[in-house]
């Protein structure tokens, strides 16, 4: 329970504050931690329904992305917004919970008026 309180306030505070939100997210599963490589937040925020269930009020928007990462080099670009990942709707949370290292991630994105699918594969966070 203390992580998905934890994960829910680092997104609130990018969401908040996008400038200040990190260009790299780990993401824990189990297995090797993956690493989708940009941010993003809720322009509308994070609330929590019945049974401390977060809700939230819009699609998230990428904030930024690493330069050198699967995701820019697959187009994704800041100011995104996510529809889906892997046809789990973007305002479904978490969004990133059954991504892994070296499997394919689907993402739906609105750009503008337009909406298309960018596929990029995480790599592993590297071991200590």
Request: with cysteine.
């Amino acid at each position: 329970m203390p992580r998905i309180l934890c994960a829910l306030a680092v997104l609130a505070a990018v969401a908040a504050h996008p400038a200040r939100g990190s260009a790299q997210e780990a993401v824990t599963a189990p297995g090797r931690p993956s690493v989708i490589e940009f941010s993003y937040g809720w322009n509308g925020g994070i609330t929590l329904g019945p049974g401390g269930k977060a809700r939230v009020a819009s699609y998230p928007r990428v904030v930024t992305v690493a330069p050198s990462s699967p995701a820019a080099a697959a187009g994704l670009r800041a100011g995104d917004m996510i529809v889906s990942v892997d046809g789990r709707d973007g305002m479904s949370t978490p969004l990133f919970e059954n991504v892994r290292a070296g499997r394919a991630v689907v993402l739906r994105i609105r750009r503008g008026d337009e909406e298309r699918e960018i596929r990029f594969v995480p790599r592993a966070l590297p071991r200590r």
